[in-house]
């Protein structure tokens, strides 16, 4: 029997209509339930409109002309930088005859991926040695995994990793043997991808700095869900992606503290991201144009300052709020249908994500999220780019439902209902069913 929860602080019913695609329906007739929103939220019209507007009446290369067109999508631009700035909390930077920028910290990239590329490749390639150690949790997207193996593979340091409990959190009193002399940079991600844990990163960052090591936050599953405040974190590194908190993809994000973003050589190089360049060489140009090499994402930046509007008018707690209702609710929910094991801690530990298998293994998780589709629910299945993590808990693939700001009790209970139907259904029949259409 499911436990009569709290009114919902936020009504997402409120905010569905802004979301034109809510509204489609799937497989004739069906109406879409969305729970994919760890891989990519959908966009609200308001985001879609500040595209369009940017495309039809400002577009031009930034930083580049003096025609009126250049200055107005130069100002769009900045603007965005700036709200970025104000969303995550960095500092503001006083402008000087060296540096007129005042938002120095923040780069435009292509993604989350990009910017942990950028500090491998930056940072790590300046200040990692042979036998230094770079540590990670068992629980990283392979986005913050694999450009610190390559990193290794390039320097000669060693990858180590945070352990995890069988609750899917982790082992924190590991830190003080894997927090050594020889750690350089601490990699973790906020919340994770899979278990949805809500990782203590600022404990984290605290004795990595007391261990001397620079700590990388991945907040592209934090930032989009609950406020980033890089200050009181006081990480070194921040990195997120536009798409997954409602704005376009093709726009990601790196904050740096400037000392060490100052210090780093350019990712790069090419057009915009130099002062001088001569026959003999080049000089970078100042922060944050030295990481940006090309024609950065011009209008997925200036729609991301829409979606941070939007993120910012709704609130980002009120966010994590209703986000705390739904998984508290599918937990509920999978336990009373049975059978199904949840991977990850309980619900108090974890934001907007519930991966979970069958326990016995059938029906598999992809054959779950098809069936899962002909109700029109869209979830995810397969290792969510956490092969290690999967490895981990013994599974080769999760099924994983996500949420998000529109999504309602309602369409929880509508999985559980599915998921019912498909512990019900013989498999065979199930599968050959979802074929014959
Ligand atoms: N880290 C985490 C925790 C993620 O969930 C993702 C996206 N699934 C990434 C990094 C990479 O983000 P992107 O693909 O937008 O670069």
Not at 98 to 110: G, L, M, R, W
Not at 211 to 223: E, K, P, R
Request: aromatic share 6%; with cysteine.
């Amino acid at each position: 029997m499911r436990t009569p929860c709290a009114a919902p602080p936020l009504d997402p019913e409120r905010f569905r209509p802004d979301f034109p695609i809510l509204g489609r329906m799937v497989h004739e007739g069906v109406p879409l339930v969305y729970l994919d929103n760890a891989a990519t939220s959908q966009r609200p019209r308001q985001v879609i409109e500040a595209m369009t507007d940017a495309y039809e009446r400002h577009y031009a290369n930034v930083h580049r002309g003096i025609h009126t067109l250049s200055a107005e999508i130069d100002e769009l631009y900045e603007g965005a930088r700036e709200k970025v700035r104000a969303f995550i909390n960095a500092p503001r930077d006083a402008s000087n005859d060296d540096n007129p920028a005042t938002t120095q910290e923040v780069i435009f990239t292509s993604g989350a991926t990009h910017s942990i590329n950028l500090v491998a490749r930056s940072w790590g390639d300046a200040n990692v040695r042979p036998g230094d150690e770079i540590l990670v949790t068992e629980m990283e997207h392979h986005s913050n995994l694999v450009p610190w193996y390559q990193l290794a593979q390039r320097t000669g340091a060693v990858v180590r990793h945070i352990p995890l409990t069988d609750d899917g959190l982790l082992q924190l009193d590991s830190l003080d043997r894997l927090l050594t002399k020889r750690t350089r940079l601490v990699a973790v991600s906020a919340v994770s991808n899979v278990l949805g844990t809500i990782n203590p990163v600022r404990e984290i960052i605290r004795r990595a700095h007391d261990a001397g090591a620079v700590v990388l936050v991945d907040a592209a599953q934090s930032a989009p869900h609950q406020p980033t405040d890089v200050q009181a974190m006081d990480c070194d590194f921040l990195a997120f992606s536009g798409h997954k908190m409602l704005g376009p993809s093709g726009v990601g994000v790196l904050y740096g503290k400037r000392d060490l973003l100052e210090a780093m050589p350019p990712f790069m190089g090419g057009g915009g991201m130099i002062s001088e360049v001569t026959l003999e060489g080049f000089r970078p140009l100042y922060l944050p144009g030295k990481f940006e090499a090309g024609t950065p994402p011009i209008v997925p930046a200036v729609a991301l300052s829409a979606a941070i509007d939007y993120l910012g008018a709704v609130g980002l707690e009120a966010i994590a709020a209703h986000e705390r209702l739904l998984t508290q609710r599918t937990h509920e929910v999978l336990e009373s249908v049975g059978g199904l094991r949840i991977i990850g801690p309980a619900p108090e530990h974890k934001a907007g994500i519930v991966s979970f298998v069958f326990a016995s293994g059938r029906p598999s998780g992809h054959d779950v999220a098809q069936f899962l589709d002909r109700y029109g629910i869209a979830v995810r299945t397969g290792h969510h780019c956490t092969m290690p993590l999967h490895k981990r808990f013994g599974v080769s693939a999760t099924v994983r439902a996500s949420f998000y700001l529109y999504n309602t009790l309602a369409e929880v209970d509508k999985l559980g209902e599915a998921l019912a139907a498909a512990k019900r259904a013989p498999f065979s029949a199930f599968l050959s069913a979802a074929r014959s259409e």
